[in-house]
């Protein structure tokens, strides 16, 4: 048996710690042993349907009360899970049918789980001959005994985010789980007697599925898990369930911070008690150090102790963790020369006025190793600027396409992440951007996220809503664009404004004028189904 499905399941019957799913409205808590139990009844389910050792199995569901049983009785009969990109009220239900089945056929899926509340895609998947199996069918099974598995084992294909229309899964082993789970444990030094951890995240990303799911239900770790709807109807639900629960560790993408801020600043004295908060994660996309000042200071009515706000990094590709800061150190700033970093490939420490703060995301886990190469592949010294690659034992070995699997590593185990940045001499990593993403322009690199953050700090931009466009790539006359969204769309005066503003700051943080700026109302701009700016598919709202 592999030590990832050895320890969930003596956590299945030894542990008393659970998770809490429903609040606000019907909070429930069951134990490990109780979702065990469950577990057991799905496996003999998926066992009468045909699911063995090796197979894959797609998921659509919403809630954490189904998928974290679900998830448990699929590695019961030794096969991985693929959690299906979701469909919003929005989507073409007929594209995404489509998008679906080319994901189904890649990742060789026989059977798709289905649950609330997308109960509603059941006869669309079926008419196309998928086969579906429910969530009460399988709550309905008889009770079996898993199988064995083996290190190597595909334990999940995660969808990585980007067009569904040409898919790409993240291949994860029993051994990546294993590894990275305890590389996260060991460097927050989680109690399991003491520590809760609560979340809201989408448990179709690695974020969520990883670090709230598939981690404390292996180790025993208590988790309050609702929805990101939940999240987003009531945004001070996340910090109500933090002071009733005395959550010690929670992680978000940059915009809920901002969100939480803003609503904490307006909240009355008393309203929430954030004094058992360890940990607040802050990744999954560019990191603000004004969002993480403005609630540290916003939440210090609250009891919020600014040292647990931690910039972290993290990717599919290495199961979840890259690196993670030292307990109490919080947000620590690498304030650089911006010209040596976007001319000489160098990030210098400077004291001038105009200098940029980086923000550092700790050190890297245990058992990851990391470089920066230039473009050549050589090996760059200590603050040069390249493409960060990684290596060690929690590193996918692949990808599998539409096109067949596709390997992730070099002939030296060398995961090549496509992120542009550089250690400091204490081994603190800093990402600057995306290899892709990255403005050239007489020169110098151009990095959306400081486009972004410009572009953000206009009053009237909604928060989180600006990307940076980048035009003629790889011509020599090479620019860029920007698009935001605003609640005041309606009001023209206010709208040119924003235009002209937003011109102004975006020349006084990087230096270069966009060839134009595009102004639109909320929802406008494309973001992945984790909530990540999609730039590559952003030039359309130039013709808006």
């Not at 059941?122 to 083996?150: C, K, M, Q, W």
């Not at 609503?263 to 929430?272: H, N, Q, S, T």
């Not at 990094?313 to 970093?341: F, N, R």
């Amino acid at each position: 048996m592999s030590r990832f499905t050895d320890e969930m399941y003596a956590t299945g019957r030894e542990s008393t710690r659970g998770l809490i799913t429903g609040e606000p409205d019907s909070p429930r808590r069951q134990t490990w042993p109780q979702i065990h139990e469950q577990a057991r009844c799905m496996a003999g389910c998926l066992a009468a349907g045909g699911v063995a050792r090796g197979d894959a199995v797609a998921i659509l569901a919403g809630l954490p009360v189904d998928i974290a049983p679900i998830c448990q009785g699929v590695w019961m009969r030794g096969a991985s899970i693929t959690m299906l990109h979701q469909p919003t009220p929005r989507t073409d239900l007929d594209g995404w049918t489509r998008d679906t089945e080319t994901v189904l056929r890649m990742i060789g899926a026989q059977t798709v789980v289905l649950g609330a509340p997308f109960d509603i895609a059941e006869p669309l998947l079926r008419e196309r001959g998928i086969e579906v199996v429910t969530t009460s069918e399988l709550r309905a099974g008889r009770a079996i005994d898993p199988v064995e598995t083996a290190e190597s084992d595909v334990v999940l294909q995660q969808l990585t985010s980007g067009s569904t229309g040409s898919p790409k899964a993240v291949q994860i082993t029993h051994e990546n789980f294993y590894v990275n789970a305890y590389a996260m444990f060991e460097r927050i030094k989680f109690s399991l007697d003491d520590d809760v951890m609560i979340s809201w995240l989408p448990l179709f990303h690695d974020m969520g599925m990883v670090g709230f799911l598939s981690v404390p239900m292996q180790l025993g770790g208590e988790v309050v898990s609702v929805t990101p709807l939940d999240f987003l109807r009531s945004p001070m639900l996340w910090a109500e369930l933090i002071a009733k629960y005395r959550g010690t560790v929670t992680a978000a993408p940059n915009f809920a911070y901002s969100l939480l801020a803003r609503k904490l600043a307006r909240a009355e004295d008393g309203a929430v008690d954030l004094s058992s908060v360890k940990w607040m994660w802050n990744g999954a996309e560019p990191v603000d150090p004004d969002t993480m000042n403005a609630l540290a200071e916003a939440g210090a009515r609250f009891g919020l102790d600014p040292t647990a706000l931690a910039p972290v990094y993290g990717m599919a590709e290495t199961t979840l963790a890259v690196s993670v800061p030292d307990p109490g150190h919080g947000q620590v700033l690498d304030v650089v020369d911006p010209d040596l970093l976007e001319s000489g490939g160098m990030a210098v420490p400077s004291a001038h006025s105009n200098a940029r703060r980086m923000p550092t995301l700790g050190h890297l886990v245990a058992g990851l190793e990391g470089r920066v190469v230039g473009h050549d592949g050589q090996e760059l010294p200590t603050r040069g600027v390249g493409i960060i690659q990684l290596r060690g034992k929690a590193v996918t070995h692949g990808y599998v396409t539409v096109d067949g699997p596709v390997p992730a590593q070099d002939s030296e185990g060398w995961l090549d992440t496509g992120d542009v940045g550089y250690f400091t001499e204490e081994g603190l990593v800093v990402v600057c951007g995306r290899v892709k993403d990255v403005i050239i322009m007489g020169g110098r690199n151009i990095y959306p996220t400081d486009i972004e953050r410009a572009a953000c700090s206009v009053a009237g931009v909604r928060p989180g809503n600006a990307v940076a466009i980048r035009l003629d790539a790889g011509d020599k006359r090479e620019s860029f664009a920007v698009a935001v969204e605003t609640n005041l769309i309606d009001d023209l005066d206010e709208v040119h404004r924003i235009e002209h503003e937003v011109v102004h700051a975006v020349c006084a943080e990087v230096g270069a004028r966009p060839r134009t700026v595009a102004v639109l109302g909320p929802g406008n701009i494309p973001k992945t189904s984790s909530g990540k700016l999609r730039r590559g598919t952003s030039a359309s709202l130039l013709h808006h």
